[in-house]
């Protein structure tokens, strides 16, 4: 049975310029009050993070509909099936417009949803591909998957409160208090929060913050076989420093620093630093 993998810009593989044959990409959008744009095509990272040092404030939104359909009849033709590795259906509606318009046009469609976003799911959508690849069934390949996403996390750490309440996501009392105490939210998103953002823990410093993730992050024996990824909004500096710290704890993991997806960092803003790892699939 020949199987496309399809994932979305939120896998954040164009910042990671992720090119493999049978892996198709459906971009995110991102708008302001005049423009409209695809994420990784019509606007990079690092432009969008321009636009927020602007003071624009950005909204953003699953794949055009119209881009969906058009990319799906097209692999209607070249396809047995179409198997999705999508953004967390938790943050976001891409998964069900894709399920909406393989029955409108009839086409075998089957999905992992990752409850995840950025690195953990482009790890889970390139093993997908690497093993339809192999000749590994639709069944066995979940379950792969499965495995992997068990073992996953990802945190973000917000130190702009006031671009969380602009984008709606804090309201402006618990700003105030936030920074009257200097309070740092821990949030997380796993298959534990449903693949939404939840407030995991509050803490008085950037540097608390992220010891709590290392914490986490030593509770479930990160090390030999896994991933990290270090994650920033703008905050180069700060991501280096504990991407280096991250080397330090745990050596055996394999780690890299890259942009957060600007469909997360629109609403966490600028300073963020966020991290995940995922427990590699067994190829």
Partial sequence: MKIAVITDSGSNVFEEKIKMPGLYVLPLTISDDENTYLEGVDITTAETYGLMAQGKLLKTSQPPLGLIEELFEKLKNEYDMLFAVPITSGLSGCLSAMKTTAERFNISFDYFDCYSTASNQLHLAMAARTLFDRGVDVDQVKKKLEE??????????????????????????????????????????????????????????????????IEYFKEHNVGKGYRICVAHVSAQTEGERFLARMNEVFPEADSYLTLLISTVGVHTGLGCIACQFIKKVEL
């Fill in 148 to 213: 992997a996403a068990e073992n996953s996390v990802t945190f973000v750490l917000p130190v702009d409160m006031k671009h969380l309440v602009r984008g709606g996501r804090l309201t402006k009392r618990a700003a105030t208090l936030a920074g009257l105490f200097k309070i740092i939210p821990v949030l997380i998103v796993n298959r534990g929060s449903g693949g939404k953002n939840d407030v995991f823990d509050k803490v008085r410093t950037l540097r608390r913050a992220e010891e709590r993730v």
